[in-house]
């Protein structure tokens, strides 16, 4: 019988190694101070490439996507509050969610009343940074402890943020795994946090372990990796690949990858077969995991699946943006990760890519009443008396649904039975002759 596997690590203990290979890959790239354009994108995409041989794709600012437009290009050097007596009190240096992503350049002294309408903190949580933008309307601002701003007493504040705004392109990485065919399985994520671990770094570092993986294996699907600043970057992609988006056989979006929390799969708009592909995996991992039904707001499956689009994308991750208390605070950082978490994702994503590329759908060849079995050694294909019961009745199913309309994943999810021990029974009956992909041509008699 061939190995199916493709990607899925083979035990605990490789899984294990690769949630410590994502969560090393995070702690390099979690310093560096991303948005959804500049430096921080280009140094991001530059130490991915040393892993997977990326493309590096670019729109300039300006131009209209769909009903947006590229914004202008924003870097920032450094930023600080100096309190009355000279002292620094906020250094962007320390940290970079101290600066409101896209904030205009400024140098002014302004008064302890002025000072507090421009920071922004979290009096729930007095010693977290929260992690603010304002991409599309020009302004500047600060993010602290609020901790910092229940201490300041009045006098001049002199505040700095040395950044720029100007033309030039937003950028994003692609890389292709080619299949033998040009159908395709879209994998996206976004790169345009600064230092927030688990939203997104987790999904970023997580898609590049398993691009690594896959590079140079021969696959059935072709397997589209995005690396791309979220919405503006989504919304690009698609003004610009309008002619090839009718490839997308399935897609998923990695976001929130790596919090202690069980996996969590939020569904495709229309119900699409990765729902299933998706559902019976984490079914089949027999951990806790949860299934969500589609929702018209979280990360970019919000622009593949508007409605003009509807690309048959669902979206993978643990605990969904937002219901974590840490989410856009200083607070997700690479404490709130763990290597366990990363490497249980990172497999189970691998899975649905093994389960895409050994789905296929059968004929039975013998449909008129049940084939003898026993005659043809069927029954003694599997070890334990427990394992080879499940492969009798798979065995059972894959005869009776084979009729050309139901694949192996429909064939797992109908009867319960793990996919692995579905695809096993398939393959112990095509050697028997009694499935294959398509009938035998009779010549006319
Ligand atoms: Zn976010």
């Not at 000072?115 to 007095?126: A, D, M, Y």
């Amino acid at each position: 019988m061939t190995n199916r596997v493709l990607v899925a690590p083979s035990n605990d203990a490789e899984q294990a190694r690769l949630g410590a290979q994502i969560h090393a890959l995070m702690t390099r790239l979690f310093p560096i101070c991303r948005s959804l354009t500049g430096a921080g994108v280009r140094e991001t995409l530059d130490i991915l490439r040393e892993h997977v041989p990326l493309e590096i794709r670019s729109v300039p600012t300006g131009t209209p996507v769909l009903d947006w437009t590229v914004p202008k290009v924003w870097n920032v050097r450094d930023a600080w509050i100096k309190d009355p007596s000279g002292q620094k009190i906020v250094d962007f240096a320390v940290a970079n969610l101290h600066v409101v992503s896209y904030s205009t350049p400024v140098r002014t002294v302004l008064s302890l009343d002025e000072l507090k309408t421009r920071l922004h903190s979290l009096p729930n949580h007095p010693d977290w940074i929260p992690y603010l933008t304002s991409y599309y309307r020009e302004s500047w601002g600060f993010c602290v402890a609020h901790r910092l701003v229940e201490s300041l007493m009045p006098g001049d504040y002199e505040v700095c943020i040395d950044a720029t705004l100007e033309d030039g392109d937003l950028v994003w990485g692609e890389y292709v795994v080619p299949g033998t065919s040009e159908e395709e399985v879209l994998l996206s994520t976004y790169l345009c946090h600064p230092s927030l671990a688990n939203d997104n770094l987790s999904g970023v570092a997580l898609l590049a372990a398993l691009a690594e993986r896959m590079h140079g294996r021969v696959t059935k699907f072709t397997y589209r990796f995005l690396f791309i600043p979220e919405t503006i970057g989504a919304i690009a992609w698609l003004a610009m690949n309008g002619a090839n988006l009718s490839r997308i056989r399935h897609g998923l979006v990695a976001t929130c990858v790596g919090d202690p929390g069980p996996l969590t799969y939020k569904r495709s708009r229309s119900g699409a077969p990765i729902d299933r592909v998706a559902e019976l995996v984490l079914r089949d991992r027999q951990r806790p995991f949860k299934c969500v039904d589609f929702f018209p707001w979280g990360s970019d499956e919000r622009q593949f699946s508007s409605p003009g689009f509807d690309l048959p994308i669902g979206s993978l991750m643990r605990t969904p943006y937002a219901e974590f208390p840490e989410y856009h605070t200083s607070a997700d950082d690479l404490t709130f990760v763990t290597p366990a978490a990363l490497g249980e994702t990172c497999a189970a994503y691998a899975d649905i890519v093994d389960v895409l590329e050994a789905d296929e759908t059968y004929v039975n060849l013998s449909p008129f009443g049940e084939p003898q079995l026993g005659r043809r050694g069927l029954y003694q294909h599997l070890g334990g008396a427990r394992d080879q019961e499940a492969a009798k009745l798979a065995m059972f199913w894959a005869l009776n649904l084979s009729d050309g309309r139901h694949s192996l994943s429909q064939i797992s999810a109908r009867s319960g039975i793990a996919f692995r021990t579905v695809r096993a029974a398939a393959d112990a009956l095509i050697a028997a002759d009694l499935l294959a992909t398509s009938l035998p041509n009779r010549s006319p008699s």
